[in-house]
């Protein structure tokens, strides 16, 4: 029970690394609350929960909808002790295709309102609580199609920083989890049908010193590590759960 007693804010916690990190947090004795779009998933993942679980319906790139979501987190479950700013998009298209609107709406969603959720999260922190930000091996591997996408997630990397600093004084660390290729829905667009991902799956493996994609387990035991007091001494930092990607010659 790593997390007995502590309260949780989870952006994009109805699918994927979110909903995996949620329901390990339950799991660790955590009372956690959730947000995403998608009705369906969101009252799914709300049973799979259960009563130390709350789902809220809410846009990570409406700001309002972030606060009026972390203020039913407070009145439910108390102050946050723990967030985990997670909800992302993807984003491929070669540097010629990308339009205006293409490229702002990736920075929006993973790099804006990961700000803002932040931002709004600051002032309903217990002292001593833990942010952690999604990041990506991709802000650091320059695999082609991925200019937005990169430049998104560098920015999580270099923000991270910067709010560690603010917020140490209130003994409050931030620190960044930035997984390799996960196994998750986030995948449907680039390879939608299932021998499209079988060769997906392959070309990874074979990129990856251990072999295989990862999974979001791999991520949600190391943003616990973070959330939790076995990295007290652990801020702005920045983890890869990448099978050896980003090091591979
Ligand atoms: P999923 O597609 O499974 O999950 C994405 C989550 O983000 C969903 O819960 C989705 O909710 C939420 N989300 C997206 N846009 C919004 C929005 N505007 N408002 C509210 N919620 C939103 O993918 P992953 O679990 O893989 O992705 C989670 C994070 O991990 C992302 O930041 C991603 O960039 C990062 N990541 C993932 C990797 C991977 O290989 N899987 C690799 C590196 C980083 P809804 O469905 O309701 O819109």
């Known amino acids: 029970m790593r997390l007995k007693d502590k ?30 779009r998608n009705k369906e998933t969101l009252a799914a993942a709300a049973k799979e929960l259960g009563p130390n679980g709350l789902a809220v319906e809410a846009d990570i790139n409406d700001v309002a909808a972030t606060e009026k979501a972390i203020a039913q987190a407070v009145e439910k479950f108390g102050k946050l002790d723990i967030v985990f700013a997670n909800a992302g998009i993807p ?54 199609g991925y200019a937005a996408y990169a430049a998104s997630k560098a920015g999580v990397r270099g923000m991270a920083r910067v709010i560690a600093s603010e917020l140490s004084p209130r003994g409050i660390r931030v620190n960044v989890v930035a997984p390799g290729a996960i196994r998750t829905p986030i995948w449907k667009g680039a390879a939608p049908t299932e021998q499209a991902f079988a060769v997906l799956e392959n070309r990874i493996g074979k990129s990856t010193p251990l072999g295989r994609m990862g999974e979001a387990d791999h991520i949600a035991k190391t943003v616990l590590f973070l959330a939790s007091d076995d990295s007290a001494h652990v801020t702005s930092a920045e983890i890869f759960v990448d099978g050896g990607a980003t090091g591979a010659p």
């Not at 949780?8 to 329901?23: M, P, V």
């Open 7 to 36: 309260t949780a804010f989870i952006t994009g916690g109805n699918s994927g690394i979110g909903l995996a990190t949620a329901k390990l947090f339950v799991a660790e004795g955590a009372k956690v609350t959730i947000t995403g």
């Open 91 to 144: 984003g491929n298209t070669p540097v010629g295709g990308t339009t205006l609107a293409a490229f702002e709406q990736v920075i929006r969603t993973n790099l804006t309102a990961v700000f803002f959720t932040v931002q709004a999260a600051s002032p309903h922190l217990n002292d001593g609580a833990s942010i952690i930000l999604n990041g990506s091996v991709i802000s650091v591997l320059g695999n082609p």
